[in-house]
Structures are given as structure tokens and as C-alpha cells.
Nanobody, 126 residues
Framework: QLQVNESGGDQVETGGSLRLTCVVSGLEELYAGFCMAWFRKGRAKKREWIAGFQPNGESYADSAKGRFTISRDKLTMFLQMDSLQPEDTAMYYC?????????????????????WGHGTQVTVSS
């Protein structure tokens, strides 16, 4: 059975760092080249796209550029978050779109992703 599991969320002080991990299980490694991304949801109604992959490399939301680093090893994905600010407080989600290989380009809206973890909470205190 397909499962998506995030981990690594915690409470951290302003300026601190966290490393989130997403593990997709129940899939063959043939899907390692398909789109995955990180989203987060604070008080907004929709999940906000944070980081993902494109054919030419990693891509980031403006709020994450210069502070967050996304990486991936097959069906395991990471998000290194540095210089965390209170505005980063949110539930962070891992998402996968198994219908979209990276070489065709990955989308950035939550509606484009079919498989989600349950989230890991990141709380940044002042």
C-alpha cells in the first residue's frame, strides 16, 4: 500500500534550523523520477507550495529562496530549512504526483498532487 510519511518537524527558536524528511513507501523505484514537492499550511485555506523539482534543477517559492534547500534520493525527499522565522510556522506536507515525470516539468499547485502525507508541524518561536 502506498504511504507518504513526513518527519522532522519540531519547535525551534527564530534563526534555527530543521531538516524534514519524506519517505514514500509501497512504490517501486521506477517512480523515483516522478514529481514530489513540499507544501505548507498555516492559517491560509490552501496549502502553499514551498519547493519542488524541475528538469533543470530545484525550484523554490519566494518565501523559501536562500533559506531552504530541497533534495531527493529516489523516493526519499528532504527539506533543509535554515534561518527559520515565525512566519514559517505551519504544518509541512510532502506530496507526490505519480502522473508527472520530472523531465516534463512539475507543477506548483496542491490540486496537481494526488498523494499526501499527514504533515509534520514546524513551530518557530520568537
Amino acid at each position: 500500500q502506498l504511504q507518504v510519511n513526513e518527519s522532522g518537524g519540531d519547535q525551534v527558536e527564530t534563526g534555527g534550523s530543521l531538516r524534514l524528511t519524506c519517505v514514500v513507501s509501497g512504490l517501486e523505484e521506477l517512480y523515483a523520477g516522478f514529481c514530489m514537492a513540499w507544501f505548507r499550511k498555516g492559517r491560509a485555506k490552501k496549502r502553499e507550495w514551498i519547493a519542488g523539482f524541475q528538469p533543470n534543477g530545484e525550484s523554490y517559492a519566494d518565501s523559501a529562496k536562500g533559506r531552504f534547500t530541497i533534495s531527493r534520493d529516489k523516493l526519499t525527499m528532504f527539506l533543509q530549512m535554515d534561518s527559520l522565522q515565525p512566519e514559517d510556522t505551519a504544518m509541512y506536507y510532502c506530496a507526490a504526483d505519480l502522473a508527472s515525470p520530472i523531465w516534463r516539468g512539475c507543477r506548483e499547485d496542491e490540486s496537481d498532487f494526488d498523494y499526501w502525507g499527514h504533515g509534520t508541524q514546524v513551530t518557530v518561536s520568537s
